[in-house]
T-cell receptor, first 113, second 118 residues
Framework: GNSVTQMEGPVTLSEEAFLTINCTYT??????LFWYVQYPGEGLQLLLK?????DKGSNKGFEATYRKETTSFHLEKGSVQVSDSAVYFC????????????FGSGTQLTVLP | GAGVSQSPRYKVAKRGQDVALRCDPI?????LFWYQQALGQGPEFLTY????????KSGLPSDRFFAERPEGSVSTLKIQRTQQEDSAVYLC????????????????FGPGTRLTVT
């Protein structure tokens, strides 16, 4: 079946530090890949997505590249801010379908001033 | 425009009680999903509707869980004879089909209902 494995947290960084959150997946074919973010007290929001190999999703300074050869979709940001403190979820939907998302377990990020 | 709304936001139930959780999707969205999110975990799929048809209920953990969307809009997730292991946040998401081969439409999530079974 499909699965997503995320780097375990929590992750604590100082403001302006570089962020990487690792995500690898198991799926047949070419799934679509997503990063969702959950800010404290708020619902899940789509941060970025990529639908085919070598695509790069980007939003709010965050980037992730769909790597078919390593089945990975690592999230990166060059300079984090306190406001980036949240829980980040990597997720996929199967190829040829836009049905249910399969999520990783989430990574809690805390950015200190 | 209005996003996905869910009610109640918080529900405390005594073990053995029945509960009903409501989801109002974004107007016009054809697809509706329910997920269960245990504390410290990622959401897990429960069930999926396309309009009023329940196309996939493979994630429902037991026959105590039942979902419906009779008019293809509002959906209700019902849990009968609640157990402590049902304590979780229940998330609803809706989406609209993409065009052609671009089946990569976004799911928009509601704020969730936090269910605590005592």
């Amino acid at each position: 079946g499909n699965s997503v494995t995320q780097m375990e947290g929590p992750v604590t960084l100082s403001e302006e530090a570089f962020l990487t959150i690792n995500c690898t997946y198991t799926a047949t074919g070419y799934p679509s890949l997503f990063w969702y973010v959950q800010y404290p007290g708020e619902g899940l929001q789509l941060l970025l997505k990529a639908t085919k190999a070598d695509d790069k999703g980007s939003n709010k300074g965050f980037e992730a590249t769909y790597r078919k050869e390593t089945t990975s979709f690592h999230l990166e940001k060059g300079s984090v801010q306190v406001s980036d403190s949240a829980v980040y979820f990597c997720a996929l939907t199967p190829s040829g379908s836009a049905r249910q998302l399969t999520f990783g377990s989430g990574t809690q990020l805390t950015v200190l001033p | 425009g209005a996003g996905v709304s869910q009610s109640p936001r918080y529900k405390v139930a005594k073990r053995g009680q029945d509960v009903a959780l409501r989801c109002d999707p974004i107007s016009g969205h054809v697809s509706l999903f329910w997920y269960q999110q245990a504390l410290g975990q990622g959401p897990e799929f429960l069930t999926y509707f396309q309009n009023e048809a329940q196309l996939d209920k493979s994630g429902l953990p037991s026959d105590r869980f039942f979902a419906e969307r009779p008019e293809g809009s509002v959906s209700t997730l019902k849990i009968q004879r609640t157990q402590q292991e049902d304590s979780a946040v229940y998330l609803c998401a809706s989406s609209s089909p993409g065009q052609g081969a671009l089946l990569n439409y976004e799911q928009y999530f509601g704020p969730g209902t936090r269910l605590t079974v005592t």
